[in-house]
């Protein structure tokens, strides 16, 4: 079992920035993958980063160039940097634990979530 709390969201104008953290309650380094999800208002969630424990990082398109994920493995927690924030970043946005591989899902584990809402 992974508990995962999420912290860092709110109100921001277009442009601006807002860094997530998400702090587990196990050794992120036994975590195979750490992600941050997003679930804008009517539509499906969809993968936004995810940190590998060996190092590599992934972005979706839409957010490359504009958010930084990163870890503190010490602090078992994992950080969403969101710069040149766009009013369709608005979202939930959850964050992952992901215990396995894409061929076989030992553990899936998810935070209660964050609203982060762009607006001027």
């Known amino acids: 079992q992974v508990q995962l709390v999420e912290s860092g969201g709110g109100l921001v104008q277009p442009g601006g920035s807002l860094r997530l953290s998400c702090t587990a309650s196990?050794?992120?380094?036994?975590?195979?993958?750490m992600g941050w999800y997003r679930q804008p208002p009517g539509k499906q969630r969809e993968l936004v980063s995810v940190?590998?424990?060996?190092?590599?990082?992934n972005y979706a398109d839409s957010v490359k160039g504009r958010f930084t994920i990163s870890r503190d493995n010490a602090k078992n927690t994992v950080y969403l940097q969101m710069n040149s924030l766009k009013p369709e970043d608005t979202a939930v946005y959850y964050c992952?634990?992901?215990?396995?591989?894409?061929?076989?899902?030992?553990?899936?584990?998810w935070g209660q979530g964050t609203q982060v809402t762009v607006s001027s």
């Open positions: 992952n634990a992901h215990i396995g591989n894409p061929s076989v899902v030992v553990g899936s584990y």
């Open positions: 940190s590998m424990a060996g190092g590599s990082t």
């Open positions: 196990r050794s992120i380094l036994s975590i195979n993958a």
